[in-house]
């Protein structure tokens, strides 16, 4: 393929193809292991990001009244964690003069997402309250439809469909035949009553039966829903003399969890020496609990962060309300950083606004308030650029820092939660170290997950046929049975 189209390709793709065996992998799995089809798929799929120039797409490139259209972005989660891809298809009208256009504002977000999350997959909301015939577009939704089944390989969940008006019944008959038969199984079609079997409400708008405020505007480019600006979330330690009434007795419990006689003396901790203490003693704690569970670090150019990917809370059960991230600046110059989430209201983090000296390493405590539980939903952004050493790292440096630093040199980087049920993971991990076998990570078992349920969905299909055949066979000879009686009467 390389030797024969090469001229057809983007070298970017076929270098990144070389080197990533996860894209390589995902491939594989979205065409069942079947090397030959997995190899038309991505002559198929490169041949598509060479002619759409997908590797250069950016706000720059298209034209801005596509963005402020609304008709597609991506915005909050579904019930299993995924992002969501939103089609507001009221806001489309087919246009043959447009239509190229459009079809490069689907690769730009797809694309956009699948650098930064680095190919975790989507779902698909098409959102069809209030639209009409002026509004249905096959050659549209079949592009976006086949940007998943044929060019991003492995990153469709499902597509929910919101209210499909009866008259496009027949349409989307054409569409099933798009999807094919293992892909037919994502759709769902859903209304007021039942979407929020998918999505909670927290992320269905009101006309949806939600309680979402999210309003979409451009510019600025939506921003993966992180919440700015985002203080401590609660009293602010370092920022109050004093911390309040409700924080005291909170931080008063913690502290008597790990000391209960010394604590009984004790009515309230009011000095910033004795927190400090006390946040020191929490650090310790969770450094414990998460060396099991970091194993490993992103390494970004301006600083490497701990653990890479994924932050470990406890359920209600398990009762885990802290993490640690580690921070270490691996830079000569001061560096500044801020800590965004998507769910400001249920977690403070400390410090959330502040800057890591060259070569040294910074601790972040994420908690949960008191009757909160984290959710697979919820994501953090780190956000992290170099300061001069001239300039000082106070809080009003820092925030005039922030206004003027371009964002093309700010680097990003995402954490998502995972809640852990019972402590059976954490020991698996202890086992798998102890043998000096790497630990899996989440992508890799989603990988052998995502695999194991295809075989599964063989076998039952498999097994589905055999009992038709047995049912069939059983029907035939009960007919044979009653022919031969009916026969032996009449004689």
């Known amino acids: 393929y390389l030797l024969d189209k090469s001229e057809k390709y983007d070298p970017r793709d076929v270098e990144r193809l070389q080197q990533d065996d996860k894209w390589v992998d995902s491939f594989l799995i979205w065409r069942h292991d079947v090397v030959d089809d997995t190899l038309k798929m991505i002559d198929e799929s490169f041949q598509w990001r060479k002619e759409y120039t997908v590797n250069d797409l950016s706000e720059s490139v298209l034209p801005k009244w596509l963005f ?30 447009q239509q190229l256009e459009k079809k490069k504002l689907v690769a730009f977000w797809l694309e956009h997402y699948a650098k930064r999350d680095h190919g975790k997959p989507l779902t698909v909301v098409f959102d069809m309250a209030e639209t009409g015939i002026s509004h249905i577009d096959l050659d549209f939704v079949r ?10 390989p492995n990153f469709l969940t499902k597509i929910v469909i919101f209210e499909m008006p009866w008259i496009m019944n027949a349409a989307f008959k054409i569409v099933k035949g798009w999807l094919g038969p293992e892909a037919i199984s994502l759709l769902k079609f859903t209304n007021k009553n039942d979407v929020q079997e998918y999505i909670s409400g927290e992320y269905l708008p009101p006309h949806m039966g939600g309680t979402d405020s999210f309003k979409y505007s451009y510019p600025p480019l939506v921003d ?3 919440q700015t600006p985002l203080c401590e979330n609660g009293p602010i330690t370092s920022e109050d003399e004093h911390e309040s009434k409700e924080e005291i007795d909170v931080d008063t419990k913690e502290a008597g969890e790990l000391n209960e006689e010394q604590n009984l003396n004790q009515k309230k901790v009011n000095s910033i020496e004795q ?22 670090t992103f390494k970004g150019p301006l600083l490497h962060i701990s653990p890479a990917e994924e ?3 406890g359920s209600k059960e398990t009762g ?6 580690v921070l270490t600046n691996v830079t000569k110059n001061i560096v500044a950083f801020k800590v965004r989430t998507t769910a400001p209201e249920k977690y403070r983090v400390k410090p959330s606004n502040s800057s890591c000296e060259p070569g040294t390493s910074l601790d972040i405590i994420v908690s949960l308030h008191g009757g909160f539980a984290a959710s697979l939903q919820d ?12 300039s000082g790292a106070g809080v009003p440096e820092l925030t005039q820092f922030w206004k003027e630093v371009p964002r093309t040199k700010v680097m990003e980087h995402r954490l998502r939660c995972h809640v852990v049920e019972s402590s059976k993971p954490s020991s698996l991990t202890l086992k798998e170290n102890t043998l000096n076998i790497p630990a899996k990570t989440n992508e890799d078992l989603h990988i052998q997950l995502t695999h194991l349920l295809q075989i599964n969905k063989r076998l039952q299909e498999q097994i589905d046929r055999c009992l038709w055949f047995q049912q069939l066979s059983v029907g035939v000879l009960l007919l044979s049975v009653t022919v031969v009686a009916f026969c032996f009467y009449l004689a």
């Open 143 to 152: 592009f976006i439809v086949s940007c998943f089944t044929d060019y991003y």
């Open 320 to 325: 885990e309300k802290k993490c640690l991230i």
């Open 275 to 296: 927190t400090s203490k006390s946040e020191e003693t929490d650090k310790t704690e969770i450094k414990t609990k998460n060396a099991k569970k970091a194993l490993t």
């Open 68 to 97: 402020e259209s609304g008709v597609l972005f991506l915005h909050g989660y579904d019930k299993e964690g995924y992002k969501l891809f939103w089609f507001r298809v009221k806001h489309h009208t087919k246009d043959s003069k």
């Open 379 to 390: 994501r953090f952004l780190i956000m992290a650029a170099e300061m001069e050493q001239s």
């Open 311 to 313: 932050l470990y809370f």
């Open 224 to 226: 993966d829903d992180f």
